[in-house]
């Protein structure tokens, strides 16, 4: 069974603009789900590689929230940005992940939630 019983926090990129620096934006979300898992994979001589899976129940996703591929998911409530590097964060927390994977398609679903996944 799945249980919705954690905190999350994301940051998006936002669109770029030629000639200023990239502009990291944090949401951070409650009452999510967080699943962390070793995949073996063949490609690096069966070797464990981590994977994560989040999913964030349609209730819990702030008005105007968008996910991309290459966003940052952090668990637990992550701190504001200083800067525009997001390797800070990467750094600063264990369990965090890059989003390789946006599943829209479960929102119509009998429980609608957004899916992220990710290494």
Request: aromatic fraction near 10%; glycine fraction near 8%.
């Amino acid at each position: 069974m799945i249980s919705f019983d954690q905190t999350i926090t994301v940051y998006t990129r936002e669109p770029f603009e030629k000639g200023k620096e990239d502009n990291w934006v944090r949401t951070v979300m409650s009452d999510v789900s967080w699943a962390g898992y070793q995949q073996v994979v063949a490609e690096t001589g069966f070797k464990p590689k981590d994977r994560y899976s989040v999913r964030i129940p349609k209730r819990s996703i702030p008005e105007g929230f968008s996910a991309h591929n290459g966003d940052v998911v952090v668990l637990g409530e992550g701190v504001e940005m200083t800067g525009n590097n997001i390797t800070e964060i990467t750094k600063k927390y264990v369990d965090c992940f890059v989003v390789t994977s946006v599943h829209t398609d479960n929102l119509t679903r009998p429980l609608p939630h957004l899916r992220l996944e990710g290494e």
